[in-house]
């Protein structure tokens, strides 16, 4: 299988907006669940939130109301719009089918976002 390639990360300052993509092969990308997760230096791996198609995304409380879960089925890609960025919002984001994530070679690069002044 192919590793999801994540970018659009970088260094932005407290409040500012990022927006991470998510390149996923394989023609199941429609009709499955993704999740965006991600890595604080330190930390366990968690879970941002998960878009499946024909429904709304859920999210991690520590998320809600400043990040947005979106998905173009036709380019098998997944997005994260991040807004009002905290500095503990700095981790390396990762994104993967949920069903795939207790495998550890499912897993791309990531791609780091740090929120610092």
């Known amino acids: 299988q192919v590793q999801p390639v994540e970018s659009g990360g970088g260094l932005v300052q407290p409040g500012g907006s990022l927006r991470l993509s998510c390149q996923v092969s394989g023609s199941f990308f429609a009709f499955t669940t993704m999740a965006w997760y991600r890595q604080a230096p330190g930390k366990q791996r968690e879970l941002v939130g998960t878009s499946t198609t024909g429904l709304l995304p859920n999210y991690a409380d520590s998320v809600k109301g400043r990040f947005t879960i979106s998905r173009d089925n036709a380019e098998n890609t997944l997005y994260l719009q991040m807004n009002s960025l905290k500095p503990e919002d700095t981790a390396v984001y990762y994104c993967?089918?949920?069903?795939?994530?207790?495998?550890?070679?499912?897993w791309g690069q990531g791609t780091q976002v740090t929120v610092s002044s």
């Open positions: 993967n089918l949920p069903t795939r994530a207790t495998r550890s070679d499912s």
